[in-house]
């Protein structure tokens, strides 16, 4: 008999678990936040985060590569994110307005989750947002420390 924690998760809760943002959760939470996640697809070249828009939801990019650029007469490109990686996730901690854009580079298939949905998480199942705000915290942290040091931020986590 196989015990229901030793069970291999679904295709779609496995690709959750694989994102360090959800890595700590269990089959249980994992469910809950599927539950949560609206899922969107977007065309090449099509805006999904403007810049000076309020930041309302956290993206996952699940198929398709995005690319971040900085506002200004050129665009300029911070980064290009494909399967597996996410964006927008200062949105779950306020709504401040975005500092960039995200444009499709391909086409996308993206999971959404709306800081008003994981306001409620916290009040409903405090356990399981609490996983997922410290994987946040240690998410921003690595990248701050990555904006300090650079090359030697390693060192320094």
Do not use: W
Request: hydrophobic content about 45%; glycine content about 8%; charged content about 25%.
């Amino acid at each position: 008999m196989v015990l229901p924690q030793f069970r291999s998760l679904p295709k779609q809760l496995s690709r959750l678990q694989a994102l360090s943002l959800f890595a700590t959760l269990n089959a249980r939470e994992l469910r809950l936040v599927d539950g949560l996640l609206h899922e969107r697809d977007y065309l090449v070249g099509e805006v999904i985060i403007d810049t000076e828009e309020e930041g309302q939801a956290i993206y996952i990019v699940f198929s398709g590569k995005v690319i971040i650029s900085k506002p200004g007469a050129a665009h300029e490109m911070i980064a290009e994110l494909g399967p597996g990686t996410f964006f927008g996730e200062m949105a779950l901690l306020d709504n401040a307005k975005r500092s960039g854009q995200v444009r499709a580079l391909e086409p996308c298939h993206l999971g959404v989750l709306f800081r008003t949905d994981f306001l409620n998480l916290l009040e409903t199942d405090a356990r399981t947002a609490s996983k997922v705000a410290m994987q946040l915290a240690r998410h921003l942290a690595r990248r701050l420390c990555k904006a300090t040091f650079g090359d030697a931020a390693d060192e320094h986590l």
